[in-house]
Structures are given as structure tokens and as C-alpha cells.
């Protein structure tokens, strides 16, 4: 029995006041970020801990009044020997994680859904390329945020859309990204994409959600006096309830 349904648990798939850590992880990839994260931190904590304890222990030991002729040691070999090959195994613990995560965001999985986004000044256009059968019967959605003075309760202030990104959960995105006027950027942190409008370019990132829900993200590339209101909704739903909203569409 899963024990979600037992449990219920609220996911944070969008920013918090005074939020300090990272949206819960919608993909692998975002999970993947964060253990990395954590991974690096503890390294951090460690070396951070060992430096603070060597400088107060100079501080300590060199005082003038406790040590007043200090002794003259130029160099020690086998203290850079640790200095110099520590860091460096460090690094490669530090190194092969990052390599097979930056790969692994790099890669593009055989697609079972292509999505195409344009961002215009200043909102975002979605395309299902798929169900394309010409430039006319194109099954797209023009995506513009919600003034705040038509928010419905519990709608969330700058992030909500009016038209949403329906996807399927469990399945394998291909998401297509470029502008149609000045440099945007299509930006989902719980999702873990953040990939680059640029004219006259087609990029393109792979996108597996785990879960059903709305992520909510933003363009994050200022270019522009509305930059700040081009917010993006993902929707993630259960594949039979896609595939339904699919066809009311294209009917």
C-alpha cells in the first residue's frame, strides 16, 4: 500500500517566504542535484571545521605572550605532501559525482512527447508538436500570468497561468525552447531545468516527472521591464486524464 495515501504529504513545488533550501524534487534530476548539494556540503562542514580549528589554534599557541620566541621552521615536507594530496582526493570525490550528473543532464532520452516552447515579450507559448497535422490545426496555448486582482483563492501570486503545461507524469519529455524576440529563459527549479531562450537557436532538455502536481517556475533571464511576470505552470497529471484533455482539444 502506498503510503502517500495514508499520509498525505504537500509537496513544495513552488518559492516560500524566507525559503532557504530547495523545492522538493519533481524528477530525477532534481534529486540528483540535491544529493550533490548535500554531498558537497558535508565536505564543506568538514573543511570549513578543520581550517576554524587550525586558526584558532595559531591564534592560540602563537600568542606573543605565551610563545615570545616563536620557532623558525621554513617548510615541513610532509605536511604540504598531506596539503597537497588531500584537496586533490577531495576533488575527485567531488568530480566524478558532478561528471556523471552534468552527462546525465546533457542526455535527451528517446521522447515519447515533444513540447515546444517560444517565449514572446512577455509570456510564454506552448506547443504540442506531436499533434501537428498543419501550421493551422497546431494544438498550442498562449500562457499569461494571472493579475493578481483575479487570483482565485489559493492561487499563487506571480506563479499562476491561465494557461497551464498539461504533461503526462512517468513519462519521457523532450522540451524544445527558443525565443521569438530577445533572450528568455524556461526555468521549473522543483523539475530541475533551467535551459536558454536564445534567437535564432533550438535548445532542447529532457524532462521525467516522478509525480503528479503543478511546478511552478519563471523566465529567469532579465531582459526587460515584465521579465519578472512570465511565470511557467507545469501541470503534471496521470497519463489517461493527458491523453483525455489531448483529445477534447483536437476534437
Given at each position: 500500500?502506498?503510503?502517500?495515501?495514508?499520509?498525505?504529504?504537500?509537496f513544495?513545488?513552488a518559492?516560500?517566504?524566507?525559503?532557504?533550501?530547495?523545492?522538493?524534487?519533481?524528477?530525477?534530476?532534481?534529486?540528483?542535484?540535491?544529493?550533490?548539494?548535500?554531498?558537497?556540503?558535508?565536505?564543506?562542514?568538514v573543511?570549513?571545521?578543520?581550517?576554524?580549528?587550525?586558526?584558532?589554534?595559531?591564534?592560540?599557541?602563537?600568542?606573543?605572550?605565551?610563545?615570545?620566541i616563536?620557532?623558525?621552521?621554513?617548510?615541513?615536507?610532509?605536511?604540504?605532501?598531506?596539503?597537497?594530496?588531500?584537496?586533490?582526493i577531495?576533488?575527485?570525490?567531488?568530480?566524478?559525482?558532478?561528471?556523471?550528473?552534468?552527462?546525465?543532464?546533457?542526455?535527451?532520452?528517446?521522447?515519447?512527447?515533444?513540447?515546444?516552447?517560444?517565449?514572446?515579450?512577455?509570456?510564454?507559448?506552448?506547443?504540442?508538436?506531436?499533434?501537428?497535422?498543419?501550421?493551422?490545426?497546431?494544438?498550442t496555448?498562449?500562457?499569461?500570468?494571472?493579475?493578481?486582482?483575479?487570483?482565485?483563492?489559493?492561487?499563487?501570486?506571480?506563479?499562476?497561468?491561465?494557461?497551464?503545461?498539461?504533461?503526462?507524469?512517468?513519462?519521457?519529455?523532450?522540451?524544445?525552447?527558443?525565443?521569438?524576440?530577445?533572450?528568455?529563459?524556461?526555468?521549473?527549479?522543483?523539475?530541475?531545468?533551467?535551459?536558454?531562450?536564445?534567437?535564432?537557436?533550438?535548445?532542447?532538455?529532457?524532462?521525467?516527472?516522478?509525480?503528479?502536481?503543478?511546478?511552478?517556475?519563471?523566465?529567469?533571464?532579465?531582459?526587460?521591464?515584465?521579465?519578472?511576470f512570465?511565470?511557467?505552470?507545469?501541470?503534471?497529471?496521470?497519463?489517461?486524464?493527458?491523453?483525455?484533455?489531448?483529445?477534447?482539444?483536437?476534437?
Amino acid at each position: 500500500m502506498n503510503l502517500i495515501w495514508i499520509f498525505p504529504i504537500a509537496f513544495r513545488d513552488a518559492a516560500e517566504p524566507r525559503q532557504l533550501g530547495f523545492q522538493d524534487p519533481a524528477t530525477p534530476m532534481m534529486q540528483g542535484i540535491i544529493d550533490l548539494h548535500h554531498d558537497i556540503f558535508f565536505f564543506l562542514i568538514v573543511i570549513s571545521i578543520f581550517v576554524l580549528w587550525m586558526l584558532v589554534r595559531a591564534l592560540w599557541h602563537f600568542h606573543y605572550k605565551r610563545n615570545p620566541i616563536p620557532e623558525r621552521i621554513v617548510h615541513g615536507t610532509t605536511i604540504e605532501i598531506i596539503r597537497t594530496i588531500l584537496p586533490s582526493i577531495i576533488s575527485m570525490f567531488i568530480a566524478i559525482p558532478s561528471f556523471a550528473l552534468l552527462y546525465s543532464m546533457d542526455e535527451v532520452v528517446d521522447p515519447a512527447i515533444t513540447i515546444k516552447a517560444i517565449g514572446h515579450q512577455w509570456y510564454w507559448t506552448h506547443e504540442y508538436s506531436d499533434y501537428n497535422s498543419s501550421d493551422e490545426q497546431s494544438l498550442t496555448s498562449d500562457s499569461y500570468m494571472i493579475p493578481e486582482d483575479d487570483l482565485e483563492l489559493g492561487r499563487l501570486r506571480l506563479l499562476e497561468v491561465d494557461n497551464r503545461v498539461v504533461v503526462p507524469a512517468k513519462t519521457h519529455l523532450r522540451m524544445i525552447i527558443t525565443p521569438a524576440d530577445v533572450l528568455h529563459s524556461w526555468a521549473v527549479p522543483s523539475s530541475g531545468v533551467k535551459c536558454d531562450a536564445v534567437p535564432g537557436r533550438l535548445n532542447q532538455t529532457s524532462i521525467f516527472i516522478k509525480r503528479e502536481g503543478v511546478h511552478y517556475g519563471q523566465c529567469s533571464e532579465l531582459r526587460g521591464t515584465n521579465h519578472a511576470f512570465m511565470p511557467i505552470a507545469v501541470e503534471a497529471v496521470s497519463l489517461d486524464d493527458y491523453v483525455s484533455r489531448v483529445s477534447n482539444k483536437l476534437d
